[in-house]
C-alpha cells in the first residue's frame, strides 16, 4: 500500500482493559474490507461496501489520525476473544486481532446539531454482545471531554438500530432529537442524536 497506514508514532493510541484503540496498519485492510462485504455488519447502512471504498475510508481515518490527534482509532484485541461462529462452534480470536475502529469523528452536516463530534463503531459481528463496544466509546468519551475539553458530544444511528442505542445510553447519552436524514433511503431515513455534554460527564465521573 501506501506510507500513510503503520505510522504508529505519529497517532496517539487510546487503551482500556481489552482494547487497543490505535493507527491503522495496511494489515488491518483484508478484515476491514470483509467486515464492510458482510450484510449483518452493514444492516443498518445502505448497501455493502466495495473494497475500493474501504481502503479509502482506511487512509482517511489515518490521515485524520495523525493530522488531528484523534478520529476513529482501528481497534485491536489485547487477549484472545471466544465467540461462536457462524456454524454454531466454540472459536478463538488471537490476541493483536483487528476488530474494526471506535472513535470520534465530525457530524455531518445532514444531522440537524450544533455539535461537532461524534463518537462512532463499527466492530466485527465475532465480538458483538461482549461489551467492547461500550468499554471503546467510553475511552473516547473520557478522551474528548478530559483531554481534548469538547463541550459536546453527540452519536447518530436509524431510529430501529438497538444495539448501537444501548450502547449510547450505557456511556451515559440520552436522546437528544429524532431527525429525517435527507440523503439516505427510505429504510434508513428515521434516525435518532445522542448526546451528552462534558458537565455531564463530569457528574458521571464523579459518581453523581
Not at 434508513?188 to 457528574?203: F, G, I, P, S
Request: net charge negative; proline share 6%; with cysteine.
Amino acid at each position: 500500500m501506501t506510507a500513510e497506514f503503520d505510522r504508529d508514532d505519529d497517532v496517539f493510541m487510546l487503551e482500556t482493559e481489552r482494547i487497543l484503540l490505535r493507527g491503522w496498519h495496511e494489515d488491518d485492510l483484508h478484515d476491514w474490507i470483509a467486515m464492510n462485504s458482510d450484510p449483518e455488519v452493514r444492516q443498518y447502512f445502505p448497501s455493502v461496501q466495495s473494497p475500493e471504498k474501504s481502503v479509502e475510508q482506511a487512509l482517511e481515518f489515518q490521515d485524520e489520525l495523525v493530522s488531528t490527534g484523534f478520529g476513529l482509532w482501528a481497534a485491536e484485541t489485547k487477549d484472545a476473544v471466544a465467540y461462536i461462529d457462524d456454524r454454531g462452534k466454540p472459536a478463538i480470536l488471537p490476541p493483536a486481532t483487528f476488530i474494526g475502529f471506535i472513535g470520534l469523528h465530525p457530524l455531518p452536516a445532514e444531522v440537524p446539531t450544533d455539535i461537532s463530534y461524534e463518537i462512532g463503531w463499527r466492530l466485527t459481528k465475532e465480538v458483538w454482545n461482549q461489551g467492547l463496544a461500550t468499554e471503546g466509546a467510553r475511552a473516547a468519551r473520557d478522551y474528548a471531554f478530559g483531554i481534548e475539553r469538547l463541550g459536546h458530544l453527540g452519536s447518530y444511528t436509524t431510529a430501529d438500530n438497538a444495539p448501537s442505542r444501548r450502547v449510547m445510553e450505557k456511556i451515559g447519552m440520552h436522546l437528544e432529537r429524532e431527525f429525517t436524514h435527507p440523503t439516505l433511503p427510505d429504510a434508513q431515513k428515521d434516525c435518532v442524536l445522542y448526546a451528552m455534554n462534558r458537565h455531564e460527564w463530569e457528574l458521571t465521573n464523579q459518581g453523581v
